[in-house]
């Protein structure tokens, strides 16, 4: 007689419970600090550059008796400029998932501890998630101050915040899919950066290219997207390609982890 196989909800107080532990740990250990010194100098550069280069134009049209509004491209450079800041941390903030869970030999112990598979998962993936968002908020929190200052538009924040939850978002699934692939940290967070890299490079190929391969670099590049945000374009286009490069990743860590 065939086995009925019972198929067990997700149980959302178990999935925060994970990701409680999973984000402690993170923001608790020497992986933790790396990323947010990494970030946060690398941020601070990378704003430092974006106010001083469009400060000079505009002084520069002044000058020449002329005006310049340094406002938008302030903003959406520099912001776009965060986008690729988090790709580059991402791996960070993934690689000690299944992977650190493997290595550490501590694999097992998640398996047998009484979570369901996309328990799992979905615990892993809201660590990975809450940890990068904080980041972009780091991020984002110079631009609000500028906002404060009366140099910016809210509108501009907001959909420029929307584009960097969505990315981040994909970033974390992606980095869970490989994770559940290699389960070696080092691997893991080189592959993500492979990956991360090559989704943005497309973008900056796509011009260059013809016919089917056109097309296809524009359909894949990440860039490109993340950038519309930051230019304050919502497209609802854009919001599903981030959602697909998501969830797909994500289906591929919790068959990755049986």
């Known amino acids: 007689m065939a086995r009925t196989v019972r198929r067990r909800r997700v149980r959302p107080g178990k999935v925060l419970a994970l990701a409680r532990r999973e984000f402690a740990s993170f923001w608790g250990g020497p992986t933790g600090a790396l990323a947010l010194l990494v970030f946060l100098g690398l941020e601070g550069l990378f704003f430092n550059d974006s106010v001083a280069s469009y ?4 002084l520069g049209a002044m000058a020449r008796g ?17 986008g690729l800041l988090l790709a580059l941390v991402s791996p960070l903030a993934t690689m000690r998932a299944f992977a650190g869970s493997a290595q550490g030999g501590h694999f097992d112990l ?21 940890s990068l968002s904080l980041l972009a908020l780091l991020g984002l929190a110079p631009y609000a101050l500028l906002l404060a200052m009366g140099v910016g538009s809210p509108a501009l924040l907001l959909s420029s915040a929307i584009g960097l939850v969505l990315a981040v978002s994909a970033f974390a699934g992606l ?21 991360l890299g090559f989704l943005w ?6 011009p260059y290219l013809q016919g089917h391969a056109h097309a ?43």
């Open 110 to 130: 998640l398996v047998t501890f009484p979570l369901s598979g996309p328990e799992l998962t979905l615990g892993l993936y809201a660590s990975a998630l809450a």
């Open 66 to 82: 002329g005006a310049f509004d340094a406002t938008l491209g302030m903003f959406s450079v520099g912001l776009s400029d965060l």
């Open 55 to 58: 400060a000079l134009a505009n």
């Open 201 to 206: 490079a497309v973008g900056w190929a796509a």
């Open 216 to 258: 296809a670099a524009k359909a894949l590049a990440l860039g490109p997207r993340l950038a519309r945000f930051t230019l304050g374009l919502v497209d609802l286009n854009d919001a599903l390609y981030f959602l697909a490069l998501t969830v797909c990743p994500l289906a591929a860590a919790r068959a990755g982890s049986r």
């Open 175 to 195: 980095g869970l899919a490989v994770g559940s692939l290699t389960r070696k940290p080092v691997a893991t967070a080189l592959t993500t950066l492979g990956v």
